[in-house]
């Protein structure tokens, strides 16, 4: 069960716990992947077969390897009522939220009469990778479809893993609503690499987004550079900000939340009351009792989180900048005034009412975010992860003239003497 420290030394051995969860290991499984991601390169479809027999469906074929619209809206329309209503109701507020992230081509003239710009272009085809087996994911599909369709993206495909040609209609009804260009029944190390490559039912993709298993991981490192990737994820977490305003049974749930996630998932609250921190590890054994998760969070609430007690909320904040979590929950009175002093988390929630679990669906920011300390440098999924930026020079004779003497310099400095002459001979026109 989770437990409570405050000794400086514990404190640091946490932190060396938390360092090593990242580190995609690849141990017995890169050549494995290696070999799948070569053989999908060399022989496409015949290779995606193979596979897909071997790992998900023995009754697998190509030609009924796509997912219909109609088999998508009838996934939909099996749907209850309530549920449906959810769905649209989260896919319109993501949508509504990556909207405001959308930006145009621009251009200005500067002082010497320079016209210069960038000009916005969408990604022609993105790959969307979703989980598939046992669990099914159609917050997944909303989180990474929707940015893409709002970036202006041409063609969005996603591949999902079909146990025995199986797809949970969840899934299915997420791509509907999303209105994704085309859906194939394929997972794995395979699936990346036929979307890397390119076969011939499965159009080559520019980059490729969304989580996986470590054999995905491994794929998707290796064809990074033949196209783009989002990130490497890691295991979930969260981190908890709290003082004595914070709700015991709000935070303990919301830590319960995230540890309920993977075995190696980690909830770690920084909070500031000795004597409530007691009370939030009491709550959670209770809420721990009652769950149908408690193999995973054996090993979560164990091996990957902590209640640590500090002395103040600079102290806390000092932490949780160092851990530069996923998800940050505010549990603290005047919580907006801790925002400014965060550098580093991936989402923040502020307030007592900001549940994590509500950015998981419905509040509207994506729920694909930086892991494992990335939030460092690592930004969540977004409309730009879906765009290129070209820049625009145009130069008339009069400003290459103010210019080709400075240029004639600066490329000599460098004794690149053919870049002098390219901005000098203008001078001489």
């Known amino acids: ?99 405001h992230q959308k930006r145009e081509t621009w251009e200005y003239e500067d002082e010497i009469g320079a016209k210069l710009g960038q000009k916005i272009t969408p990604l022609k085809r993105v790959g969307v990778y979703v989980p598939g087996g046992k669990a099914a994911y159609p917050s997944s599909v909303l989180m990474n479809i929707l940015p893409a369709k709002v970036a202006g993206v041409d063609e969005v495909t996603m591949v999902t893993p079909a146990v025995k040609g199986y797809i949970n209609p969840l899934v299915l009804a997420a791509a509907y609503v999303c209105e994704v260009d085309h859906l194939y029944k394929v997972g794995g190390a395979q699936a990346i690499a036929a979307l890397a490559y390119g076969t011939k039912t499965i159009a080559q993709v520019d980059k490729i987004v969304g989580p996986g298993n470590i054999f995905v991981a491994l794929a998707k490192r290796q064809v990074y550079g033949l196209c783009g990737i989002d990130s490497i994820a890691g295991p979930s977490e969260v981190c908890v900000i709290a003082d004595k ?123 694909v975010l930086p892991t494992c300390g990335t939030a460092r440098f690592f930004s969540p999924l977004g409309v730009d992860d879906f765009i290129k930026k070209t820049s625009l020079i145009e130069f008339s004779k009069e400003t290459a003239l103010k210019l080709c003497d400075d240029v004639d310099v600066f490329a000599k400095e460098e004794g690149l003497q053919m870049h002098a002459l390219s901005a000098r001979i203008r001078k001489e026109d």
């Open 245 to 367: 305003t914070a709700h015991a049974k709000f935070v303990a749930a919301d830590l319960l939340a995230q540890a309920e996630h993977d075995p190696m998932a980690s909830s770690t609250l920084f909070i500031t009351d000795l004597e409530l921190a007691e009370e939030i590890k009491k709550e959670l054994i209770n809420f721990y009792n009652i769950s149908p998760r408690q193999a995973i969070l054996d090993s979560s609430l164990t091996k990957t989180s902590k209640i640590i007690v500090v002395k103040d909320l600079d102290e806390a904040v000092m932490y949780t900048n160092r851990l530069a979590p996923e998800h940050l929950e505010i549990a603290t009175d005047n919580a907006r005034d801790l925002v400014s002093k965060v550098r580093n988390a991936g989402a923040i929630f502020i307030g007592h009412y900001s549940a994590e679990a509500y950015g998981d669906y419905m509040a509207g920011p994506n729920h």
């Open 1 to 99: 069960m989770i437990e409570i420290i405050s000794d400086k030394e514990k404190i640091e051995e946490y932190f060396d716990v938390l360092g090593t969860r990242g580190s995609v290991n690849s141990g017995p499984y890169y050549d494995t992947v290696k070999d799948i991601v070569e053989d999908i390169a060399r022989h496409g479809d015949e290779a995606l077969a193979k596979y897909t027999k071997k790992f998900d469906d023995p009754d697998f074929e190509i030609s009924k390897m796509e997912v219909s619209r109609d088999e998508q809206k009838a996934a939909y329309d099996s749907l209850s009522e309530d549920v449906k209503r959810v769905l649209i109701r989260s896919k319109e507020r993501v949508y509504s939220y990556h909207a």
